[in-house]
């Protein structure tokens, strides 16, 4: 029986370190990460495909992008397409993840947000890639009925942080 309890009791420990994580934003946004966002025209936004849990769930990637995208719409940042030519071709993405334990009842989560964008290196210009230049994620823990509210909520929480701080930079825009 000692073998069962250790192996319950670490699942427990996990959720309950996400549960506590799940109160304030797991990673802070820097003020310079924040300047990175002076001057974008607008932004794509980026859905990763979902775990299986979230589309059990009833959540799908279409839905949070159309979500995210009025969110931005409403707080006056112009939403990109893929065919849309940028300078840097901005894009916001959003990856979720679940842990699921079989031994507690609930499922935490974690939504990272990334503003993407193509970035040419100082030292040699003529070398250009992708680079995340602004991040920020929140976790969250709840039981599988209210999974998917929690998620949506958390994926907005995140597209307010980001409008946010587009407009701090962004002024008059």
């Known amino acids: 029986m000692a073998v069962s309890s250790k192996v ?9 370190v996400l549960a506590l994580a799940a109160s304030s934003d797991l990673i802070a946004v820097t003020p310079s990460e924040a300047r ?4 974008l025209s607008g932004v794509e936004v980026v859905i990763e495909t979902l775990p299986d849990e979230l589309r059990s ?17 409403a707080n006056q940042i112009r939403v990109l397409t893929s065919e849309d030519t940028a300078p840097g071709r901005p894009w916001l993405y959003l990856r979720l993840s679940v842990l699921k ?21 100082e030292r ?32 907005q929480s995140l597209a307010e942080r980001f409008a946010s701080e587009f407009q701090a930079v962004n002024p008059g825009r």
């Open 8 to 16: 319950r009791v670490i699942p427990l420990a996990v959720v309950l």
């Open 36 to 39: 990175s966002l002076r001057g």
């Open 57 to 73: 769930a009833g959540l799908n990637a279409d839905q949070l992008q159309a979500d995210v995208q009025s969110h931005l719409r």
């Open 101 to 121: 334990s079989s031994s507690v009842p609930l499922v935490s989560f974690y939504v990272g947000a990334q503003l993407r964008q193509d970035v040419t290196l």
């Open 124 to 155: 040699n210009p003529d070398f250009h890639l992708a680079a995340t230049t602004w991040d920020a994620g929140a976790a969250g823990l709840a039981g599988t009925s209210a999974l998917a509210d929690a998620v949506r909520e958390t994926v």
